[in-house]
Nanobody
Framework: QVQFVESGGGLVQSGGSLRLSCAAS????????MGWYRQVPGKQRELVAV???????TYATSVKGRFTISRGNTKNTMYLQMNSLKPDDTAHYYC??????????WGQGNQVTVSS
């Protein structure tokens, strides 16, 4: 099993910044990718940003230029720096881990609320 420790969500005004953190532990062998997804009630979970095992990053079009995903110095940790936040960024953000061969895991998530 995989466990996550996530932090950094909260309430911020439009234009503000937040930083999400995620640390994964447990039965982790090879990590193919780590990242974040987000979801609002009534909508499908969507990819926000992901970084693969060789450092290649992928971002949702809506967050490009505003969000930055990075790996931490500690193994299986990562961060999501979110700048210029908009009310449309309001969602529950889930830490994501891909171990390959169809093995995907999500954390419990943190709420991010951006007020206008």
């Amino acid at each position: 099993q995989v466990q996550f420790v996530e932090s950094g969500g909260g309430l911020v005004q439009s234009g503000g910044s937040l930083r999400l953190s995620c640390a994964a532990s447990g039965s982790i062998s090879t990590v193919s990718a780590m990242g974040w997804y987000r979801q609002v009630p009534g909508k499908q979970r969507e990819l926000v940003a992901v970084i693969n095992n060789i450092g290649i990053t992928t971002y949702a079009t809506s967050v490009k230029g505003r969000f930055t995903i990075s790996r931490g110095n500690t193994k299986n940790t990562m961060y999501l720096q979110m700048n210029s936040l908009k009310p449309d960024d309001t969602a529950h953000y889930y830490c994501y881990l891909n171990l390959g061969r169809g093995r995907e895991f999500w954390g419990q998530g943190n709420q991010v609320t951006v007020s206008s």
